[in-house]
């Protein structure tokens, strides 16, 4: 995620602030523009208005989120002319735990977070949601989201996608948690914007891939995803995580289960990519390798910078960017931050993701299915007997 400036007075602010801390005014991320601005009440121009007052703003109005007003639970603003209460983030999610418990509502904040920045890279890149796409139900664009909490003794939660709905266990947000499932699991890597990104994949892979006209390159480079699903899990969980030899082909071991999983690790994997990339960009990355060959300089390059870079132009500097990165992280004694090597076959698969984004991005938009009707708040539940297909 690239770092942004105060449109007012150009300090330093990052995608979740709420405030600047040197001009004091208020923040919001619009969704429109995908831009940070600087907000303030107007409310003689309207109730709950908002008006730009950066100097290229153009005094423009906004109405912040109803997550920001009810709960500051969201940093988005959208435009008055959206009749929507919810940003195209927060909308996008149809159950959400009961958050008059506390913990629950620290784990869908936390959710949210996430979920807004796998909402920016989809939006820089052209994807749904971005309005006149159409959804898989009428107002909605891109994936519904089920975050659903446990409740003793009740069914399990898992997390998956099925048919346009992403679930998603919330207790995946609680560090404790979501270190045990890793650890049991063996996974070097398992965040929350790593499930968001994994599962939008196998919504991508339905719009994109199956409906877009890639199946069969899908299935040279993927192999036949008409295999048997289940039995394909079943037979991954039974060889165990330290078993075959996933990493000549896959960019992790899970993604060797079945093409769909390996889709969707694949695709994450590049969505991690383009945010490490526009990341360093931002700073202006320089990094220099240095080895028997001599010293490999590698310069950030955005990977939203016009013209669009290419694949290769993108993997010449992830290489020595991530070694910076994970040198960094081996500092102060923590875990790699980016624990992948990814083998030839990955990185072709990586490519073909990359193929298949770039064409859909520079689709033109569809015209809008159905005029977006105002949607209520998401509904509190407190769990759900939900039959999904399963990751992990
Ligand atoms: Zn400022
Ligand atoms: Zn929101």
């Not at 993927?222 to 000549?248: S, T």
């Not at 490999?296 to 990977?303: L, M, Y």
């Not at 076959?345 to 809008?368: E, I, S, T």
Request: proline fraction near 7%; aromatic fraction near 8%.
């Amino acid at each position: 995620m690239r770092v942004f400036n105060c449109d007012h007075c150009g300090h330093l602010v990052f995608f979740d602030s709420v405030q600047c801390l040197h001009c004091g005014n208020a923040l919001a991320f619009l969704s429109d523009a995908l831009v940070m601005a600087a907000l303030a009440p107007a409310p003689q121009q309207g109730p709950g208005l908002w008006q730009r007052v950066g100097p290229g703003g153009g005094g423009a109005l906004y109405r912040m989120c109803q997550n920001h007003t009810a709960h500051q639970a969201c940093n988005f603003a959208v435009p008055t002319g959206d009749a929507q209460a919810l940003c195209p983030s927060c909308r996008q999610t149809r159950l959400m735990p009961d958050v008059a418990e506390p913990a629950h509502m620290g784990r869908w904040m936390q959710i949210e977070s996430a979920k807004r920045r796998l909402y920016y890279s989809l939006a820089r890149l052209g994807l749904a949601p971005a309005p006149g796409r159409a959804g898989p139900a009428p107002g909605r664009s891109g994936p519904v989201f089920d975050l659903l909490a446990e409740v003793p003794g009740g069914p399990p939660v898992l997390t998956g996608h099925h048919n346009g709905t992403i679930t998603l266990n919330v207790a995946e947000a609680d560090d404790d948690e979501r270190a045990r499932r890793r650890i049991a699991l063996g996974e070097p890597y398992r965040t929350l914007i790593g499930h968001l990104r994994h599962e939008s994949g196998h919504f991508y892979w339905d719009q994109l891939v199956r409906d877009g006209g890639w199946l069969d390159n899908f299935r040279q480079r993927f192999g036949d995803e008409r295999q048997d699903y289940a039995a394909a899990l079943e037979a991954h969980y039974a060889q165990g995580y330290d078993g075959g030899d996933w990493a000549k082909n896959h960019v992790s071991a899970y993604a060797a289960a079945h093409p769909w999983e390996d889709w969707a690790e694949t695709w994450a994997h590049y969505l991690h990519m383009i945010d490490l990339l526009e990341t360093s960009a931002s700073y202006a990355t320089e990094v220099t390798v240095p080895g028997i060959y001599g010293a490999q300089h590698s310069r950030a390059v955005d990977p939203f910078g016009t013209p669009a870079p290419d694949f290769d132009t993108m993997l010449r500097h992830l290489v020595p960017l991530t070694l910076l990165l994970n040198s960094l992280t081996r500092s102060l004694g923590q875990l790699d931050a980016y624990p992948f090597a990814l083998a030839e076959q990955a990185l072709a698969k990586l490519r073909f993701v990359h193929d298949v984004v770039r064409a859909a991005g520079q689709r033109p938009a569809a015209p809008a299915a159905a005029a977006a009707t105002p949607l209520q708040a998401p509904a509190p539940v407190a769990s759900s007997v939900i039959k999904k297909i399963a990751k992990k």
